[in-house]
C-alpha cells in the first residue's frame, strides 16, 4: 500500500471526515460531534490518508474508569475499500487501547454489515450481545468484543 498512512486526525480533517460521513444512510456524524471527539481527551481520531487525501477514519473512545476502549465509528471511502483499510485503523485503535492500559476493546456493527463483521471475526472479536433495532433506521445490531493481550516490555541487554 505505498503512499497510504494511517495517523491521528487534526482540525483540519473534519471536511474530508464529513464527507466520507455522507456514505451512510444513517448515523451520521455531524462537524460538531467530529470536532469535539478530535480535540477531546477521551478519544482518539485516527485518519487513513492515501496521497495527502482521507480516504478513512475511525473514533476510539477512552471512558474514564473503565478497562475498555469503545470503537464508535469506522469509515472506508469505497475507492479504498479492499486495501486492508479496515484492518490498519482497527489496529492503531487496539494498539492506542492497550498502551492506554484498557483491557478490552467494544464496538456495535450491524448484523447486516458481512464484510464488518468478517473484518472483526478474523481479528477475534466475538458477539456479545445482540441489539434489536439498534440502528435509526431500526436494522439490528451486534455488540462485539476483544480482550487485548497485555503490552509487551522488552528489555536490550
Known amino acids: 500500500m ?3 498512512g494511517v495517523r491521528a486526525a487534526t ?6 471526515m464529513l464527507a466520507l460521513e455522507t456514505l451512510f444512510p444513517s448515523d451520521r456524524m455531524s462537524a460538531r460531534s467530529v470536532r ?9 481520531v485516527f485518519v487513513a490518508v492515501r496521497n495527502r487525501e482521507v480516504i478513512g477514519n475511525l473514533v476510539l473512545l477512552l471512558r474514564t474508569g473503565s478497562s475498555a476502549a469503545r470503537i464508535y465509528s469506522v469509515v472506508v471511502s469505497p475507492d479504498a475499500r479492499g486495501l486492508g483499510l479496515g484492518h490498519r ?20 456493527v450491524r448484523a447486516d454489515n458481512a464484510a ?11 458477539v456479545e450481545r445482540e441489539l434489536p433495532g ?24
Do not use: H, K, N, Q
Open 2 to 4: 505505498d503512499g497510504v
Open 11 to 16: 482540525l483540519a480533517d473534519t471536511p474530508a
Open 36 to 44: 469535539r471527539f478530535i480535540a477531546s481527551p477521551g478519544a482518539r
Open 89 to 108: 485503523l482497527v489496529d492503531a485503535a487496539e494498539r492506542e487501547a492497550r498502551a492506554l492500559g484498557r483491557d478490552r476493546v467494544t464496538l456495535e
Open 116 to 126: 464488518a463483521r468478517a473484518l472483526y471475526a478474523r481479528r477475534g472479536y466475538v
Open 134 to 157: 439498534f440502528y435509526d433506521d431500526g436494522a439490528d445490531g451486534l455488540r462485539l468484543a476483544l480482550r487485548l493481550a497485555p503490552a509487551t516490555t522488552s528489555r536490550l541487554s
